[in-house]
T-cell receptor, first 114, second 114 residues
Framework: DGGITQSPKYLFRKEGQNVTLSCEQNLNHDAMYWYRQDPGQGLRLIYYSQIVNDFQKGDIAEGYSVSREKKESFPLTVTSAQKNPTAFYLC?????????????FGNGTRLTVT | AQSVAQPEDQVNVAEGNPLTVKCTYSVSGNPYLFWYVQYPNRGLQFLLK??????LVKGSYGFEAEFNKSQTSFHLKKPSALVSDSALYFC????????????FGSGTKLNVKP
């Protein structure tokens, strides 16, 4: 179905390796977000981007990097500097038309680093 | 500061009984409140949002939410629970000062037993 596609669904990496998570959307939404989800902690914002070639750090940006070269794509790189990278990563978009417009989420990527 | 609290980690209810999942918020001015549901290894799905002036908001899958300004609450309700409603539920508030910032509660696991 149309919407937000995150790939891969599961990702396994060795400690010390960088890894890139893909997020693609066909909703024509301007704003895109990356969240990290850990059990019992809700969602924490890593990075967000309102427009192409612009992005802002969220609450837990250390050890992560992003790019926004196309409106449809907002990849997240988890670097070796991220101390505890094992988590469930969620990409979201926002139509950005009003304060009461909801976020739309992809189905997530579960990253396991050993 | 804007914040959202979900005081219950888990709610257990029998199928056919009414259910309530609690959410309290702390915001300045009119709140922009949302409820989302998450099934295992999936992204969050939007259920409903608060609309200014409506104390009872109806959403997807028979869910509704009751807004109470004096108690700063936005509890999620359903008159008759289904086993398929078992999932993780998140309350969220949008920051009025930063359009791209959402605050999520820690989530409540709803268990509906047959």
């Amino acid at each position: 179905d149309g919407g937000i596609t995150q790939s891969p669904k599961y990702l396994f990496r060795k400690e010390g390796q960088n890894v890139t998570l893909s997020c693609e959307q066909n909703l024509n939404h301007d704003a895109m977000y990356w969240y990290r989800q850990d059990p019992g902690q809700g969602l924490r914002l890593i990075y967000y981007s309102q427009i192409v070639n612009d992005f802002q750090k969220g609450d837990i940006a250390e050890g992560y990097s992003v790019s926004r070269e196309k409106k449809e794509s907002f990849p997240l790189t988890v670097t070796s500097a991220q101390k505890n990278p094992t988590a469930f990563y969620l990409c979201a978009t926002d139509a950005g038309t009003a304060f009461n417009s909801p976020l739309h989420f992809g189905n997530g990527t579960r990253l396991t680093v050993t | 500061a804007q914040s959202v609290a979900q005081p219950e980690d888990q709610v257990n209810v029998a199928e056919g009984n009414p259910l309530t999942v609690k959410c309290t918020y702390s915001v300045s001015g009119n709140p922009y409140l949302f409820w989302y549901v998450q099934y295992p290894n999936r992204g969050l799905q939007f259920l409903l949002k608060y609309i200014t002036g409506d104390n009872l908001v109806k959403g997807s899958y028979g869910f509704e939410a009751e807004f109470n300004k004096s108690q700063t609450s936005f509890h999620l309700k359903k008159p008759s629970a289904l086993v398929s409603d078992s999932a993780l539920y998140f309350c969220a508030v949008r920051d009025r000062r930063n359009f791209n910032k959402f605050y999520f509660g820690s989530g409540t696991k709803l268990n509906v037993k047959p």
